[in-house]
T-cell receptor, first 111, second 111 residues
Framework: DTTVKQNPRYKLARVGKPVNLICSQTMNHDTMYWYQKKPNQAPKLLLF???????READTFEKFQSSRPNNSFCSLYIGSAGLEYSAMYLC??????????FGPGTRLTVL | QEKVQQSPESLIVPEGAMSSLNCTFSNSASQSIWWYQQHPGKGPEALISIFSNGNKKEGRLTVYLNRASLHVSLHIRDSQPSDSAVYLC???????????FGDGTVLTVKP
């Protein structure tokens, strides 16, 4: 089973409110990633966990938080959503390699 | 910062034709180049990868890599309507463990 699951699939949030997105995988992959994708743009890496070590990209360091309570689950947390956060959020996992397995994404709309 | 450029932005071909997609990257030391396919409502899925200069063939897919010119191309022989999707080129940097994606090419195969 190479399934990566994401919940919810669609999320509506108000400006200034927190948002929490969930991702799970059952492939025992050591690395889990979160990307932000806007229309006609490349997926942008936000952060990734290698085992229990969190790596956040420098330009989004203060905007996104994450936790990985166990190998299978990983969350993406936005403390205060702004309009610019409206996007598709893609979770992926890999076993320390370039082949990443992606979930279907969560479409976040901030109003 | 590593960059990936894809062309064309969109491509329409008749069923049975060859589809040719292009990608240039900024870092000649890139470890491997990947092509991902994304259908509407789904996450990207790895199609084929290449590391060494030259070509690699898998079924109807052929990838050509020229590191000197920082160029890689994907060719889909006998294109089918089910091949209609967004194709993302990405390069994987082993040192950072990160994939850097291009903006994608929208392929439409007309029956």
């Amino acid at each position: 089973d190479t399934t990566v699951k994401q919940n919810p699939r669609y999320k509506l949030a108000r400006v200034g409110k927190p948002v929490n997105l969930i991702c799970s995988q059952t492939m025992n992959h050591d690395t889990m990633y979160w990307y932000q994708k806007k229309p006609n743009q490349a997926p942008k890496l936000l952060l990734f966990y290698y085992d229990k070590i969190l790596n956040r990209e420098a330009d989004t360091f203060e905007k996104f938080q994450s936790s990985r309570p166990n190998n299978s689950f990983c969350s993406l947390y936005i403390g205060s959503a702004g309009l610019e956060y409206s996007a598709m959020y893609l979770c992926a996992s890999s076993r320390g390699g370039a082949e990443q397995f992606f979930g279907p994404g969560t479409r976040l709309t901030v109003l | 910062q590593e960059k990936v450029q894809q062309s064309p932005e969109s491509l329409i071909v008749p069923e049975g034709a060859m589809s040719s997609l292009n990608c240039t990257f900024s870092n000649s030391a890139s470890q491997s180049i990947w092509w991902y396919q994304q259908h509407p409502g789904k996450g990207p899925e790895a199609l084929i990868s290449i590391f060494s200069n030259g070509n690699k063939k898998e079924g109807r897919l052929t990838v050509y890599l020229n590191r000197a010119s920082l160029h890689v191309s994907l060719h889909i022989r006998d294109s089918q309507p089910s091949d209609s999707a967004v194709y993302l080129c990405a390069f994987y940097n082993t040192n950072t463990g990160k994939l850097t994606f291009g903006d994608g090419t929208v392929l439409t195969v007309k029956p």
